[in-house]
């Protein structure tokens, strides 16, 4: 199928917090303001305006996806909806073109009165689906669905879950010529949630242009060709997917957005880590590590330590961390060294964060933040559990 495009060129969106203008006093300036010709956009704010989204561009064509990621009321959102035309931008403008495919609010069509069959012919045609489509689609839908024995049973009888999976099926059946996805990558139970996930992987490498928000940072790595990080409306960060999470789940943004610069006055910090190996690598198998650090002094490691803690990105949670003076790494003297260390990654199919840093072991706190890096592990056989054995038949 053609694919279309999706434009934001300088987009901003204006919101008010507290009442409407509820007087004629507070109206009149509010309509002058608007109404202005020229000057920055700063200007046009009035009292208790703030912007949802500032000045943000960004273009993705047929083939690429590109995801947006940022904290609780970082302009995510907003961005979505202006997207699918159900705002429209303060300043700039928001474009795209061909045919839609939105998923967002995957049962928000449905009738609670109505059959599941009826309601997949309902919110198809919300979807702007043609019947003759519906009908050659109607099986396929209702199988991967998961809810046939169902299907002609009211869907106020539907377990969440159910209704979930059921609006789900109707959305990816379409044929968009652009995908807008928010949200929807955790419907279902765990079995539906990689049935799904595998779909929309289908479509993301289709030849059409795909925008996906989601909190689940290791599907936006996998699927996603690059990354936009915002806060606060703005884009913090774009490129990479890997960068882009790893900056997030770090959390060196300052309030105005900018990251925040080395800390000098800490005696000894990471001044580089990356990958020898190449990655993505296989479970079970040997990642290959270089490490830089930079000692202004002696530094005894009871005072100071320097570490690796290495993180599963979709839960958050620490499954390792590397001592560098264990491994008898630890600067012993002033200026730079570089070192080699091989961890075995002994870890399910998954996306994993390593995070250098400094502790202060006195104070117990970080000192310094380090750079991290972003790690692809692969299935290499069947994996059911937490930790990768490598059962093997003896020789």
């Known amino acids: 199928m053609p694919g279309g495009r999706i434009v934001f060129d300088h987009v901003w969106k204006r919101f008010h917090r507290g009442p409407a203008h509820d007087s ?3 109206l009149l300036p509010a309509l002058v303001r608007r109404a202005r010709p020229g000057g920055g956009a700063e200007e046009t704010l009035g009292s208790g305006d703030f912007w949802a989204v500032r000045d943000l561009s960004f273009e993705v064509t047929p ?15 907003t961005t979505l909806k202006l997207l699918t035309r159900i705002l429209q931008p303060t300043r700039g403008f928001a474009l795209v073109e061909g045919r839609v495919g939105s998923l967002i609010e995957v049962s928000a069509g449905f009738h609670p009165d109505l059959t599941g069959r009826e309601n997949v012919f309902l919110q198809g045609a919300i979807m702007g689906m043609p019947q003759r489509l519906i009908r050659e689609r109607f099986d396929e839908i209702v199988d991967f669905s998961g809810v046939s024995e169902s299907i002609d049973t009211p869907v106020k009888r539907y377990s969440s879950g159910m209704n979930a999976r ?28 990689n049935r799904a996930f595998e779909r929309i992987r289908s479509i993301v490498r289709s030849d059409i242009p795909v925008v996906i928000v ?3 940072l290791d599907r936006i790595v996998e699927l996603c060709t690059s990354t936009i990080l915002l806060s606060h409306g703005a884009q913090v960060f774009a490129g990479p997917s890997a960068e882009a999470v790893g900056l997030y789940l770090r959390g060196e943004q300052s309030e105005d957005g900018a990251l925040t610069g080395a800390h000098s006055d800490v005696p000894i ?24 650090t930079h000692a202004l002094r002696s530094v005894p490691d009871d005072t100071y330590k320097l570490e690796v803690n290495v993180y599963d990105v979709a839960t958050n949670r620490r499954v390792y961390q590397i001592h560098l003076a264990k491994l008898d790494l630890h600067p012993t003297g002033p200026g730079d060294r570089s070192d080699t260390i091989v961890v075995q990654m002994n870890l399910p199919a998954g996306l994993y964060r390593f995070e250098a840093m400094t502790w202060d072991v006195v104070a117990m706190r970080r000192a310094a933040a380090g750079p991290s890096l972003m790690v692809q592990v692969e299935d290499r056989v069947e994996l059911i559990g937490t930790h990768q054995l490598n059962a093997r038949r003896d020789a």
Request: charge should be negative; glycine fraction near 16%.
């Open 24 to 26: 004629l006093r507070d």
């Open 63 to 77: 083939g690429q996806a590109l995801g947006i990621i940022g904290g609780n009321g970082a302009g995510k959102s």
């Open 166 to 193: 059921l609006g789900f099926s109707i959305a990816v059946h379409l044929e968009p010529e652009a995908l807008i996805i928010d949200e929807v990558l955790s419907v279902g139970d765990a079995s539906f949630q």
């Open 214 to 216: 989601s909190h689940q």
């Open 269 to 292: 910090r990471f001044t580089g880590l990356e990958a020898l190996s190449p990655v993505p690598v296989l479970s079970g198998e040997s990642l290959r590590l270089r490490i830089g």
